[in-house]
């Protein structure tokens, strides 16, 4: 019986692609009508293209994915983040996009 083996690059490159497109999402209620959540995305990026989409667009679509009324996002983070030097990323990277706010109506 023949054993498949893979070249370290080929691992890293399959151990990518299967974790492309991974989202969460964590909602806390404060009061009957509102609340705080936070919402994040992974993806991966090969030749300029953002598998299955960019980061922060699979955080912000999980989000707004959850019915939430009143939905305002308070800050947005993304790592990593290179400044200048974020064109490296662009040719093969992983990112991590996080993003919190609140929901809701809060009540008197």
Sequence with gaps: MKTL????????LLAAFLLTGCA??????TT???GTFV????????????????????ARENASD???????VESAW???NLGPLDWLLEIIGVRY???EGTWGFPGE
């Design 5 to 12: 083996t893979l070249s370290p690059g080929t691992a890293a």
């Design 24 to 29: 969460g999402l964590s909602i806390d209620r």
């Design 97 to 99: 996009a996080r993003i």
């Design 66 to 72: 959850s019915n939430l009324a009143n939905l305002e």
């Design 39 to 58: 919402s994040s995305g992974l993806a991966f990026t090969i030749a300029s293209i953002d598998l299955p989409k960019p980061a922060i667009d699979i």
């Design 32 to 34: 009957q009508t509102s």
């Design 78 to 80: 993304v790592f990593p």
